[in-house]
């Protein structure tokens, strides 16, 4: 059984769409994240969810608008799509009081053309 | 703002070679994590470290702490081929806090 589960694994689509990824973990964990990871493959957190509470919001645009209907599930919607959000965004979970290691996702490579 | 550096971004060695991976971070904190990705893959854990002067070995790897300095080294001993992959570190600044600021990364090619 895969840990933490995304999809699509690849999502290609034209500027200006609206599209979602979803996430599901089967760990039990009570934290979630999203984390963008661009060409030069830095990796950014976008977003972190504990109990279904958003707790970090890092300056992303409002077009990104991610949704935890309960502890295992984190999606991400994002609106508009513009050619800078092309990336590889990952899904990845973990026990939230810190000094506990990430577990991701397979990532879902956004192309937008 | 917590900003964590890796040195060498890249980095190509021989196969039976030794070498060292450091990460500098700009804050206190005394969690540290090391992480793999293999090309076009996701992410994988190798160490959690979560005290100053922690060391933790796997087989060719073996990396250690030290939080007064707020550096993490990876140390590569006589390496092979399939330790080529990217290598991030990460640091969280304490609990409560749900948020992991990973390093530049250093892509490491072991030519045989």
């Known amino acids: 059984d895969t840990a933490v589960s995304q999809t699509p694994k690849y999502l290609v689509t034209q500027m200006g769409n609206d599209k979602s990824i979803k996430c599901e973990q089967n760990?039990?964990?009570?934290?979630m994240y999203w984390y963008k990871q661009d060409s030069k493959k830095f990796l950014k957190i976008m977003f972190s969810?504990?109990?279904?509470?958003l707790i970090i919001n890092e300056t992303v645009p409002n077009r990104f608008s991610p949704k935890s209907p309960d502890k295992a599930h984190l999606n991400l919607h994002i609106n508009s799509l513009e050619l800078g959000d092309s990336a590889v965004y990952f899904c990845?979970?973990?026990w939230g009081q810190g000094g506990e290691k990430l577990f991701f996702g397979s990532g879902t490579q956004l192309s937008v053309l | 703002e917590l900003k964590v550096e890796q040195n060498p971004l890249f980095l190509s060695m021989q196969e039976g070679k030794n070498y060292t991976i450091y990460c500098n971070y700009s804050?206190?904190?005394?969690?540290l994590y090391w992480y793999r990705q293999d090309p076009g893959k996701s992410l994988e854990s190798l160490f959690v470290?979560?005290?100053?002067?922690a060391v933790k070995q796997e087989g060719r790897l073996m990396a250690s702490l030290d939080t007064k300095a707020r550096l993490s080294t990876l140390h590569i001993t006589a390496a092979v081929h399939d330790l080529s992959a990217t290598y991030f570190c990460?640091?969280?600044?304490?609990?409560?806090?749900?948020?992991?600021?990973f390093g530049t990364g250093t892509r490491l090619k072991v030519l045989a």
């Open positions: 990845a979970s973990s």
């Open positions: 804050t206190t904190s005394d969690r």
């Open positions: 470290l979560l005290s100053n002067g």
């Open positions: 990460a640091v969280d600044i304490g609990s409560g806090t749900y948020k992991y600021i």
């Open positions: 760990l039990g964990h009570d934290t």
């Open positions: 969810y504990n109990n279904k509470e």
